[in-house]
């Protein structure tokens, strides 16, 4: 089994846009939804989006819910998250996570791989 590795650096500012892609295969425990976490220094990391692993069903954190849309490539087995209208705090590293609870998978356990992507927004 790989990990998936998740690196880079992405600038945005305010109102900009971003997509995050990840490899939704190859993950140590089998899980129910794959998306991904966040995490600012000093803080909890987050849950922020989902998707189904079973019916393609989606979940957003209160949020990012209207600004981000998380969608899966089921050929190639990659998930993205098109983040939009960015703000400040929306700054953090992302990370590729997967999701165990299948009643409410953001507020379940999950996992996160990879040394993530610092998403930075500003002006």
């Known amino acids: 089994q790989v990990q998936p590795v998740q690196s880079g650096e992405a600038l945005v500012q305010p109102g900009g846009s971003l997509r995050l892609s990840c490899a939704a295969s190859?993950?140590?425990?089998?899980?129910?939804?794959i998306g991904w976490s966040r995490q600012v220094p000093g803080k909890q990391r987050e849950p922020v989006a989902c998707?189904?692993?079973?019916?393609?069903?989606?979940y957003y954190a209160g949020s990012v819910k209207g600004r981000f849309t998380i969608s899966r490539d089921n050929a190639k087995n990659i998930v993205y998250l098109q983040m939009n209208s960015l703000n400040p705090e929306d700054t953090a590293i992302y990370h590729c996570?997967?999701?165990?609870?299948?009643?409410?998978?953001?507020?379940?356990?999950?996992?996160?791989w990879g040394q993530g992507t610092q998403v930075t927004v500003s002006s």
């Open positions: 998707i189904s692993k079973s019916d393609g069903s989606t």
């Open positions: 996570s997967s999701y165990y609870s299948d009643y409410d998978p953001l507020r379940g356990d999950y996992d996160y």
């Open positions: 190859e993950f140590p425990m089998p899980y129910n939804a």
